[in-house]
């Protein structure tokens, strides 16, 4: 069994930042790549950002590309989502999901962390 926490959201006003972790353990936890989903309420989930476990490759939501950063750190079995210039607009429970095979947003997605709220306020 693979299990994804996430943390590191909150409330915070338009223009401000925060830095979103996704911790994997468990079994079998080395993947071909993780990625960053978001839901908003009434939405569908739609897709944020990706990234292969080389790190060599990123893939992003138009939407965040340029304000929104994914990288990892394999040591600590741990993905990061550095979100920056926040909008209200990205008020939304955020996901963190492994690639069973990477294809950046078309990523087999295999297993999914419970979500951490991010709420931007005007």
């Known amino acids: 069994q693979v299990q994804l926490v996430e943390s590191g959201g909150g409330l915070v006003q338009a223009g401000g930042s925060l830095k979103l972790s996704c911790t994997v353990s468990?079994?079998?936890?080395?993947?071909?790549?993780m990625g960053w989903f978001r839901q908003a309420p009434g939405t569908e989930r739609e897709f944020v950002a990706a990234?292969?476990?080389?790190?060599?490759?990123?893939s992003y939501a138009d939407s965040v590309r340029g304000r929104f950063t994914i990288t990892r750190d394999i040591a600590k079995n741990t993905w990061y989502l550095q979100t920056n210039s926040l909008k209200p607009e990205d008020t939304a429970v955020y996901y963190c999901?492994?690639?069973?095979?990477?294809?950046?947003?078309?990523?087999?997605?295999?297993?999914w962390g419970q979500g951490t709220q991010v709420t931007v306020s005007s």
């Open positions: 468990g079994r079998t936890i080395i993947s071909a790549g």
């Open positions: 999901t492994r690639a069973r095979a990477y294809q950046g947003r078309y990523s087999q997605w295999d297993y």
């Open positions: 990234i292969d476990y080389s790190g060599r490759f990123t």
